[in-house]
């Protein structure tokens, strides 16, 4: 008699039925790997995976002037991750904050890698896409995680999130935004750090003032973040905000 082992058919597990199967292994595998390594508190970096260093474009026959212009936030995003797990590196274990992206190149690269520098270790989410997105190569391995689920990504990407720093970037980067952004205004989580780096870029992009105008969100909602220009007064909010107390209470979301 011919007898199916469902938990090792692979034709079953990638069948429609066993959807909530898949789901549920990106929600308990990252929870438990995360949990191995001792990582209770991220500090969250997203930008475009288009910004190349400025050493790559170098190499590139021609290049337009506001590619060059992005390139200088992949080096400022390596010198916030540098300096921030300088930082972390002399807290202890359980209080220390690490640097979590979304694993691809560009500013998710920029992180990472500073954090590398810094002697650190550091976190890669990443997604499979058709192209542009792969591990990059600072990711800590162990620490390495690729979803298929945007959904599921995302609750990890912010689940032990501490504080949020938005580099220039493209949709994704603003549904992260607007998605956080949310999220603190409904009190659905604990208020939390969100830095808007760039003031260049974000202050056209989004017409803050007009929404008020409209009366389709309050003043005081533009408390919810902070525009930086630069890496140590960044970094300097982020150590004066993230205290042990602040937290140790976060964690009870």
């Known amino acids: 008699m011919e007898t199916s082992v469902f938990y090792s058919d692979q034709t079953f597990s990638t069948s429609a039925d066993a959807r909530p199967l898949r789901i549920l292994s990106e929600y308990i595998g990252p929870e438990r790997r995360l949990a191995q390594n001792n990582i209770r508190h991220t500090i969250c970096f997203f930008g475009s995976a288009r910004i190349l260093p400025e050493v790559e474009l170098l190499s590139a026959k021609s290049i337009a002037k506001e590619a060059r212009r992005a390139s200088?936030?992949?080096?400022?995003?390596?010198?916030?991750?540098?300096?921030?797990?300088?930082?972390?590196?002399q807290m202890s274990e359980n209080d220390r904050p690490y640097i979590v992206?979304?694993?691809?190149?560009?500013?998710?690269?920029?992180?990472?890698?500073?954090a590398k520098d810094a002697g650190g270790v550091s976190v890669g989410m990443s997604i499979s896409l058709p192209k542009e997105q792969c591990l990059n190569d600072y990711?800590?391995?162990?620490?390495?995680?690729?979803?298929?689920?945007?959904?599921?990504?995302?609750?990890?990407?912010?689940f032990k999130t501490r504080a949020f720093v938005a580099f220039p970037g493209g949709i994704?980067?603003?549904?992260?935004?607007?998605?956080?952004?949310t999220?603190?205004?409904?009190?659905?989580?604990?208020?939390?750090?969100?830095?808007?780096?760039?003031?260049?870029?974000?202050?056209?992009?989004?017409?803050f003032q007009q929404l008020i105008d409209w009366g389709m969100i309050?003043?005081?909602?533009?408390?919810?973040?902070?525009?930086?220009?630069?890496?140590?007064?960044?970094s300097d909010y982020l150590r004066a905000t993230l205290t042990p107390d602040f937290l140790a209470n976060a964690m009870n979301r």
């Open 72 to 89: 200088a936030y992949y080096e400022k995003a390596q010198q916030l991750a540098y300096k921030i797990t300088t930082w972390a590196l």
């Open 101 to 114: 992206t979304g694993g691809g190149p560009g500013i998710m690269e920029a992180g990472n890698r500073g």
């Open 139 to 158: 990711c800590t391995p162990g620490l390495s995680m690729q979803f298929h689920y945007f959904f599921m990504r995302k609750l990890w990407l912010l």
């Open 172 to 181: 994704g980067t603003l549904d992260e935004l607007c998605e956080i952004l």
């Open 183 to 207: 999220l603190i205004q409904t009190q659905k989580v604990r208020r939390f750090p969100i830095i808007l780096f760039g003031r260049e870029f974000w202050e056209p992009l989004i017409n």
């Open 218 to 234: 309050h003043e005081k909602d533009l408390d919810l973040f902070k525009f930086f220009d630069d890496p140590q007064e960044a």
